[in-house]
């Protein structure tokens, strides 16, 4: 079985929550983590209809490559027909990360700099599966940034892939196998611009597979780091059947 939450806080900084996420049980479950954009409250309308759009295509369908790719079209049209009739929504867009399955396997979906990780329980390793779409991830690839330069570069919040923003969008996907006690991590960028990936591996080694209690150490830490941007985190602890937890 999985063990699934989900938790999101406005931050220290910021005015308004543009983020949401979901943590649906059932077969398939589903995780998901929007981080929207385009000022006002415009921001916030994007990542709810990518939301509300995967959660509805994904109610019958199952989980399958096809069915992600599927899910993060329809939020894309959804999203970019949203901006372009409505005057004050024109330009928004949103982050997209996403994670179904069912048993021990999930597919993991990306759009953006939203990210999906692997926590192995068994290595006490934590694996980032996603690939951020944004301008420093390129720098970092083309050898023109060093990890550290990049903690600093001015347009690190520059993404050069989201959903509403073009009339056709290509998602990432990603197969994931899940053993007794791993975990899926979904987070925005208000989390991994805050916590480093070592305390983020703490956080779920000391959690107790307790997925809400691994929510809200991750969001105390980003928010005593700075919280200079929404922070928002969903996760998932895989429980094998006849598992032990505790």
Not at 109 to 114: E, F, I, L, P
Not at 128 to 138: A, C, F
Not at 177 to 190: P, R, T, V, Y
Request: hydrophobic residues 40%; charged residues 20%; aromatic residues 4%.
């Amino acid at each position: 079985m999985l063990k699934l939450a989900e938790k999101s806080h406005t931050g220290l900084v910021r005015r308004l929550n543009e983020d949401a996420t979901a943590a649906r049980e059932g077969n398939p479950w589903l995780l998901l983590v929007a981080d929207g954009m385009g000022g006002h409250s415009a921001g916030e309308v994007a990542s709810s209809i990518a939301r509300a759009t995967v959660e509805e295509a994904l109610q019958g369908s199952g989980c399958s490559i096809a069915a992600l790719h599927d899910a993060v079209e329809k939020a894309n049209a959804a999203v970019y027909e949203r901006s372009r009739t409505a005057p004050g929504c024109r330009g928004m867009g949103t982050t997209l990360v996403l994670a179904c399955g069912t048993e021990g396997e999930a597919l993991v979906a990306n759009v953006g700099d939203s990210r999906a990780y692997h926590y192995s329980q068994k290595d006490g390793v934590l694996r980032q599966i996603t690939r951020d779409h944004s301008l420093v991830q390129e720098l970092l690839s083309a050898g023109r940034l060093t990890p550290q330069q990049a903690l600093s570069y001015p347009f690190r919040n520059v993404i050069t892939r989201a959903v509403g923003t073009s009339p056709s969008i290509t998602p990432d996907i990603f197969e994931v196998e899940l053993a007794d006690g791993d975990a899926i991590l979904l987070c925005s960028d208000g989390l991994t611009n805050e916590v480093p990936d070592d305390a983020i591996l703490e956080a779920l080694k000391n959690s107790g597979n307790d997925p809400a209690a691994a929510c809200e150490a991750l969001i105390d830490r980003a928010l005593k780091s700075g919280g200079r941007d929404n922070i928002s985190v969903a996760i998932g602890f895989f429980l094998a059947e006849g598992g032990c937890d505790g």
